[in-house]
């Protein structure tokens, strides 16, 4: 979900068969292939310096920015925003308890239960959806939990179009559970015997679960036309904006203790950051409510231990954050490209 890093870093580079000069020899050789002319090579991101770890920011500025590691230049950077971030734990304290929530978190209006009920049997088809307990309401969106540290504003600009300031809530729905999103264009190409690339400007590719199709492209000699084959199917992201609510016990300064939630989005945040920069202030979501403390830790441990520690902040990075100068920073960077590498290999075994 997040680009701290290059994507060349992340790749496990078998010397054996690629160097990373090939490897990224091929990536910009990939990326020259695309037709997208309206993609620039600079784009401008937004970073939230002030909720920032410092490690990422000194990812930022080697990675994003090309410049080489400079102390001076990191401290200048991120410390002014962090001294903003440090006083907002005690100016801003950001508690959603139950009597909160009812202003957080809305439900849709009845008259739109038809549409509601469309979007649910569209997400029946997923086995994510089944197996997690969610609802669908209409939730703050400066009250959201972003644990991304930047947004890509010319993507989001773009996204704000598709949208008017006066939207009707079942133009919301619409523009939030985007289920007719045109796909993207995902390229690949082989990079050794056993390993493909793939990538596409948009950053929403990914492997899908590997599964037994049945083919015919190599079945001339099969009488019923198709041969089963294992794929890895290349897919993108979810086409709409969802969050996951948790929460935990706080001790109240009368000795007592409060249960307070947390609502930490995590799929949608460019099109969260252009409705919010529309001036429209909540927003359909979908919303998982994890039944186990094992389900929590599925669904957000992929983030990073500090981050994880900002997801159940007294004031996480939120959403209104981005919108706030004195901890944001605008820079232009290079475009990057998202690339994953899918890689194979046959072993003989007996049973």
Known sequence: MTEEKSEVEKFTVNEKNFSKEEVIKTI??????????????????????????????????????????????????????????????????????????????????????????????????????????????MVKIDSLITLQNNVNLDRANKLSKKIKKDATTEELLDYTFDFNRKSPTIRSHLISNNAILFSTDDHDVRPGKIEVRKISKYAENNENGTIPALVIPIVEGESFIYCVRTYNYQQMPDGTSKKVYFLTLQNGIHRAYALRSLGIEYMPCLIIDPLTAGETNMLIGNWSPERLQQNASPRPPLMKDFFNPELTEKFKVSKTTRCIKVEWKIENFTT
Request: negative net charge; proline residues 4%; aromatic residues 8%.
């Open 28 to 137: 910009k050789t990939v990326a020259k292939e695309s037709t997208d002319q309206s993609i620039s090579e600079m784009e401008e991101k937004i970073f939230l310096l002030g909720f920032m770890p410092p490690g990422e920011v000194n990812g930022l500025v080697v990675s994003e920015l090309g410049e080489s590691f400079n102390l001076d230049r990191v401290k200048k950077l991120w410390v002014p925003k962090s001294q903003k971030a440090n006083s907002l734990f005690v100016s801003d304290t950001h508690m959603i308890d139950d009597e909160t929530m009812k202003n957080v978190v809305k439900d849709v209006d009845q008259q739109y239960s038809s549409k509601l009920e469309i979007i649910e049997n569209q997400l029946k088809s997923n086995p994510f959806w089944q197996a997690n307990k969610h609802v669908i309401k």
